[in-house]
């Protein structure tokens, strides 16, 4: 694989520049603090991949760096909060840029539910459905931009699943 490959998941210099400004600012490598910090870029670039593809973490390209390193890095960022911080602000700036107030005066709420073979996961008995599984929950504003995603199983109440 050549230095200037590109995945075609890879984010260009634009949109990087605005999402670099909302990640933490020093990305420290998960193994501890005596290791150097990595590229967010490549992290980014490698978890993108991952969501875009569908593919396990095992199969990311190479050039986004060692894949223990990029879940590690993912889970990171979920647990403190960065990814919800990120998208709720990208929502914002979308919103005003389109001449609207940052935050919405209404939603919609929907919800979808999904046969699964997980074992280890909550899974539920939709009684009305008859499906055992999953469901998921979304808000969106009156825009369809996504405010939540809740994941739920599939005999939650779709009045509560966003409560969750």
């Known amino acids: 694989m050549s230095a200037d490959y590109r995945d075609p998941t890879d984010l260009t210099d634009e949109p990087w520049v605005l999402l670099q400004s909302l990640l933490p600012e020093r990305t420290w490598h998960p193994g501890g603090p ?12 490698g978890i993108l991949d991952v969501n875009k593809t569908g593919c396990q973490w095992r199969l990311v390209p190479k050039a ?3 894949w223990n390193t990029i879940d590690g890095y993912c889970k990171r960022w979920r647990r403190d909060g960065v990814w919800a911080r990120v998208m709720e602000t990208l929502r914002q700036w979308e919103r005003r840029g389109l001449g609207r107030k940052p935050e919405p005066s209404a ?3 929907d919800s979808q539910r999904i046969k699964t073979a997980t074992q280890n996961e909550a899974i539920g008995l939709d009684g009305h459905k008859k499906i055992t599984g999953r469901k998921r929950h979304i808000l969106v504003d009156t825009l369809g931009l996504i405010m939540a995603v809740v994941v739920t199983d599939a005999g939650t109440d779709d009045r509560l699943g966003l409560v969750e």
């Open 34 to 45: 005596g290791r150097p910090p990595c590229d967010a870029r490549r992290i980014v670039n």
């Open 64 to 66: 986004c760096g060692h």
């Open 107 to 109: 939603g919609s709420i």
